[in-house]
Every structure is written in structure tokens, then in C-alpha cells.
């Protein structure tokens, strides 16, 4: 009796889950990080939206050729410059670590690069934004309203 209940859970929650999916935007799976000798999921940037951008997601404006080019231009620029970001990221969390694992953790050390790590990050974002008002000026006033009632939806 009571394997028949799990085996109804398990297929109950198995169908909830793909019906989800199907209605689900395709996400990439989260990288795993080490932090305090604990895995963690990371997202990315912006509670797990990521900070990529591309053309493909402007794909229900219907933008010219011209508006294409430029935005892919864009996004090209800032993937490029917050890929370089990430790596420092990458460099100041294997210092965290190390820190982590010392036999006396130093409190001010581990804070110190924290407080590196999140500037980092807090360049990333402000470049994504920036990036965004660039590619909303590539936009006419009519996408720029279809874009902000799609982002009010989305909410």
C-alpha cells in the first residue's frame, strides 16, 4: 500500500514537473560554486536571469536588419567585457576559498574579498543596464511601448 502511494507521488510530481517545463522558459542549468566548503547554485547575475543578451531576445519586435547588426554589436561588446569580469570574479572566489580553508579564518580578509567580488559584479550589472538603455535607443517608440508591455507582463 504504501509503495503504491509513493509510486502515484512520484508520477504525480513527475507530471507536474513536464507540464511545468513545457510552460517554462528554457534556462541553462546553474553552475555549481564551492563557497564556504558548501555547494551553491549560481545564476548568473539578476536573480538568475543572467546577463546575456542577444538579438534573439528582442525576436518579438520585429526589428530590421539595421536594428539586428546594431544589437548584436552591443550585446557582443558587453559579453566580451563581462567576460573578463567573470574571470576576476573566478580569481578573487579561489582566493575566498582559500581563505575559507585556512585553520583561522580572518573575518576581515574574507570580507575584503567579498567586498572585491560583489564590485565586481556591481560593474557587470550597471554595464548591463547601460547596455540595455543603448539598445532601447536602437528601438523605435513603438517597440520601445511593445517592449515595456511585454517586461509588465513578465511581472
Same mark, same amino acid.
Given at each position: 500500500?504504501?509503495?503504491?502511494?509513493?509510486?502515484?507521488?512520484?508520477?504525480?510530481?513527475?507530471?507536474?514537473?513536464? %507540464?511545468?517545463?513545457?510552460? @517554462?522558459?528554457?534556462?541553462?542549468? %546553474?553552475?555549481?560554486?564551492?563557497?564556504?566548503?558548501?555547494?551553491?547554485?549560481?545564476?548568473?547575475?539578476?536573480?538568475?536571469?543572467?546577463?546575456?543578451?542577444?538579438?534573439?531576445?528582442?525576436?518579438?519586435?520585429?526589428?530590421? @536588419?539595421?536594428?539586428? @547588426?546594431?544589437?548584436?554589436?552591443?550585446?557582443?561588446?558587453?559579453?566580451?567585457?563581462?567576460? %573578463?569580469?567573470?574571470?576576476?570574479?573566478?580569481?578573487?572566489?579561489?582566493?575566498?576559498?582559500?581563505?575559507?580553508? %585556512?585553520?583561522?579564518?580572518?573575518?576581515? @580578509?574574507?570580507?575584503?574579498?567579498?567586498?572585491?567580488?560583489?564590485?565586481?559584479?556591481?560593474?557587470?550589472?550597471?554595464?548591463?543596464?547601460?547596455?540595455?538603455?543603448?539598445?532601447?535607443?536602437?528601438?523605435?517608440?513603438?517597440?520601445?511601448?511593445?517592449?515595456?508591455?511585454?517586461?509588465?507582463?513578465?511581472?
Amino acid at each position: 500500500m504504501i509503495m503504491k502511494k509513493i509510486v502515484v507521488a512520484l508520477l504525480f510530481a513527475l507530471s507536474a514537473s513536464l %507540464a511545468y517545463a513545457a510552460d @517554462a522558459p528554457a534556462k541553462k542549468p %546553474a553552475k555549481r560554486v564551492v563557497c564556504d566548503d558548501r555547494y551553491h547554485d549560481y545564476h548568473g547575475m539578476m536573480g538568475g536571469q543572467g546577463m546575456m543578451m542577444g538579438v534573439g531576445r528582442y525576436h518579438m519586435l520585429n526589428l530590421s @536588419a539595421d536594428q539586428r @547588426a546594431r544589437i548584436s554589436k552591443l550585446s557582443d561588446q558587453l559579453n566580451h567585457d563581462n567576460w %573578463a569580469k567573470q574571470g576576476m570574479i573566478n580569481d578573487e572566489s579561489a582566493k575566498l576559498r582559500d581563505l575559507y580553508e %585556512a585553520d583561522k579564518r580572518d573575518p576581515a @580578509a574574507i570580507g575584503e574579498e567579498y567586498s572585491k567580488i560583489f564590485d565586481l559584479k556591481r560593474q557587470m550589472i550597471e554595464a548591463y543596464l547601460a547596455t540595455e538603455n543603448q539598445i532601447e535607443d536602437v528601438l523605435t517608440p513603438e517597440q520601445r511601448d511593445q517592449l515595456k508591455s511585454m517586461r509588465n507582463r513578465q511581472r
